[in-house]
């Protein structure tokens, strides 16, 4: 079912070249069409990006626009995938880091699921907020000044979280609210 509201909203999803956990990308990428927005894979380099199923190697997926040339005033909300490899190389590449900084600073929604908080720690953006992750992130988050709590999905102002796969239902819900709120 389509969202009128939500046609003609682009949603950024920002992924490195390789580590992403499918599943975190294509479901909610899949839940954002469903609504009616119009999804946009982002990456640190143009070509196409490598998907992991846990260990084991998924699909690969065609960039749409390297991060470095993308302008937050593009897109209506943003969506971080985790993958432990995926945001620990995002996080190393400024042109992410300050993306996200600037998008999470813009007040529009911004959604992080398992490990893609560690993406947000380096830019600086969960001090004094609520969020949640992957458990193995808990002490990281909590030493950058969030509230670290182990909730299928925590919603602090513009910033959606969630903890694992398990949590896509829940996470992309809370993502689709706020994108309609905002509009």
Not at 22 to 35: F, G, I, R
Not at 83 to 101: K, Q, S, W, Y
Not at 117 to 132: F, H, I, M, N, S
Not at 141 to 149: F, P, Q, S, Y
Request: some cysteine.
């Amino acid at each position: 079912m389509t969202n009128s509201s939500l046609e003609g909203k682009t949603v950024a999803f920002l992924v490195a070249p390789e580590g992403i956990e499918q599943v975190e990308l294509t479901d909610p990428w899949a839940a954002v069409e469903k609504a009616g927005a119009t999804p946009r894979l982002l990456s640190t380099k143009s070509g196409s990006v490598q998907a992991f199923n846990h260990l084991d190697k998924g699909d690969t997926f065609d960039v749409d626009q390297v991060v470095g040339d993308a302008d937050v005033d593009h897109y209506a909300a943003l969506v971080l995938p985790g993958g432990v490899a995926n945001p620990d190389a995002l996080r190393m590449d400024e042109d992410a880091v300050d993306f996200v900084r600037d998008f999470v600073e813009s007040g529009k929604p911004v959604a992080a699921i398992c490990h893609a908080p560690w993406t947000l720690v380096e830019a600086d953006v969960v001090r004094g907020k609520r969020v949640t992750s992957w458990p193995s992130l808990q002490t990281d988050l909590r030493n950058a000044g969030a509230e670290w709590v182990d909730e299928e999905v925590v919603v602090t102002g513009n910033l959606v979280t969630s903890r694992n796969p398990d949590d896509l239902p829940a996470f992309n819900e809370k993502l689709l609210e706020l994108l309609d709120a905002a509009s």
